[in-house]
């Protein structure tokens, strides 16, 4: 169950939708055919944003749910064509795209995205592909010492230049990239670094957005999970990562759990995961006009973009 200093502290993000980006997002998909969107995620490159997202290909599909993409001016002018992320996997032999999450390297459009849950002894996988300006093949990441499920790597521009990977949060443990480069067809390798801290018996929070940066900060948001009936419930906390790439490298957690709405947070019927009770989960994060814009889904059916105050990460 929520602690009572949890369910004092809930912000409920959705009350500053920014109602120009979702009517757009909205209208764009319905458009295409698509139904049941949700999980945003958004990233700003220049005077272009980019937006991922999971849907059904129209209604009534069956899922697995299939990932998209594409990109916009900031003012909503001149909207690219939508690219069907999981087809574009499948060419590529990856038949599953699951959770698409945008950062930017170098100036260029990247989302890492999972194959799903596997059930059994098989192992699922994660993969980095680069959006734009050009689309390029998938390319598999393989760290040593894995878990049988892979979900949720947070990519950041390492301050030495190149890439590492947040991991997990409690206790923070970063990747180290070994080999294979950015943007070609091929693997990228990974090495874990020890935690600097010991592992804590219950792990409350998994990773969620990608990361924006200011200097040697990484802001984004996490997600802490509760139990309530024996069912999951993701609520997003504000994280300040410091220092990331460097050994003193710390993770700073927000008092505040964002929420779309009191309404999100109650039971609802017709649920496409049956472990779980409420999901407001992040799966974006970028900066216009001095404020964050959020990305996120509603309990698996409906998308989420929202404006922020970056004075809720202090």
Known sequence: MPSLRAIRNLHFVGRRTDKGRIGWLREL?????QSNVFNVSVVRIGSRLHVAWRALPHPG?????????????L???????????????????????????LFVVSGRAYVTFNTGSVKGEAKNDIYVMRVAPELCPPQRCVVHKRRRQEKNWVFFVHPDGGIGVVYQVEPLILLKHTGGTL?????????????????????????????????????????????IMGRLLYMGRPATFTDLGRPEATVRL?????????????????????????????????????????????????????????????
Request: no cysteine; proline share 7%.
């Open 61 to 73: 599909a069956q899922r697995p749910f299939r990932s998209y993409y594409t990109s916009v001016d």
């Open 183 to 227: 943007g070609r067809d091929e693997d990228l390798k990974f090495w874990r670094l020890p935690p600097a801290a010991e592992p804590r018996p219950v792990h409350l929070h998994a990773l969620g957005t990608p990361l924006y940066r200011e200097g040697n900060k990484y802001y984004g948001i996490v997600h802490e999970k509760r139990r």
């Open 29 to 33: 998909t319905a458009g295409a055919g």
């Open 254 to 314: 927000g008092r505040r759990r964002f929420v779309h709405s009191w309404s999100s947070l109650l039971p609802h019927r017709r649920r496409h995961n049956p472990r779980l009770f409420s999901a407001t989960y992040f799966s974006g994060i970028t900066k216009v006009g001095g404020e964050f814009l959020l990305g996120y889904g509603i309990n698996d059916k409906k998308p989420g973009i929202v404006k922020a105050s970056q004075k809720l990460w202090s």
């Open 75 to 101: 003012d909503g002018a001149n909207p690219a064509e939508i690219v069907d992320l999981t087809a574009h996997g499948a060419a590529h032999g990856v038949t599953v795209v699951a959770d698409p999450k």
